[in-house]
T-cell receptor, first 112, second 117 residues
Framework: AQSVTQPDIHITVSEGASLELRCNYS??????LFWYVQSPGQGLQLLLK??????LVQGIKGFEAEFKRSQSSFNLRKPSVHWSDAAEYFC??????????FGAGTTVTVRA | GAGVSQSPSNKVTEKGKDVELRCDPI?????LYWYRQSLGQGLEFLIY????????KSGLPSDRFSAERTGGSVSTLTIQRTQQEDSAVYLC???????????????FGPGTRLTVL
């Protein structure tokens, strides 16, 4: 079955530093991949998605992600983190054409 | 326009009681989904509606859980005889349609935090 794995449970980064969150997928064909962010007490907000084409995807809030088939990865990056980026981030893959299967999430803490 | 709304935002109930959770999707969205977020299980799919029909109920954890959708809009998730393990955040999402390819963006509501004492 298609699935995603987020190896890092928690990451701490200094404000202004770069951030990279890892996501590995398990799927035979080209997966449809998503990154969502959840701020405390909030629902999930879509950051970006990948279906096909250009493997570097730009999203909202200055985030980008790169699809690498050879590494089965879809890592999320941001060049310079702001304190407001502290949140939980979820990678997800669509299965059966509609069902989102989420990774365990990575909590990002931003220190001043 | 308005996003997905859910009510109540918080619900505390006693073990054995029934609860109803409501979801108002984005206007015009034909597809609606329920997910559950708990500490032990992470984010899990519960059920998917296309219009008023639920072609996939495979994620409902037991027969105490049921859901319906009326008028192609509002959905209600009902949990009967609640148990402590039902404590979780219940998230609703909607999308414009389900293309069948998985490319439709799902927009999530803020969730209902259910606590079963």
């Amino acid at each position: 079955a298609q699935s995603v794995t987020q190896p890092d449970i928690h990451i701490t980064v200094s404000e202004g530093a770069s951030l990279e969150l890892r996501c590995n997928y398990s799927y035979g064909a080209t997966p449809y991949l998503f990154w969502y962010v959840q701020s405390p007490g909030q629902g999930l907000q879509l950051l970006l998605k990948y279906f096909s084409g250009d493997t570097l995807v730009q999203g909202i809030k200055g985030f980008e992600a790169e699809f690498k088939r050879s590494q089965s990865s879809f890592n999320l990056r941001k060049p310079s983190v702001h304190w407001s980026d502290a949140a939980e981030y979820f990678c997800a893959v669509v299965t059966l054409g509609y069902k989102l299967s989420f990774g365990a999430g990575t909590t990002v803490t931003v220190r001043a | 326009g308005a996003g997905v709304s859910q009510s109540p935002s918080n619900k505390v109930t006693e073990k054995g009681k029934d609860v109803e959770l409501r979801c108002d999707p984005i206007s015009g969205h034909t597809a609606l989904y329920w997910y559950r977020q708990s500490l032990g299980q992470g984010l899990e799919f519960l059920i998917y509606f296309q219009g008023n029909s639920a072609p996939d109920k495979s994620g409902l954890p037991s027969d105490r859980f049921s859901a319906e959708r009326t008028g192609g809009s509002v959905s209600t998730l009902t949990i009967q005889r609640t148990q402590q393990e039902d404590s979780a955040v219940y998230l609703c999402a909607s999308s414009l349609e389900t293309s069948g390819w998985g490319t439709d963006t799902q927009y999530f509501g803020p969730g209902t935090r259910l606590t079963v004492l």
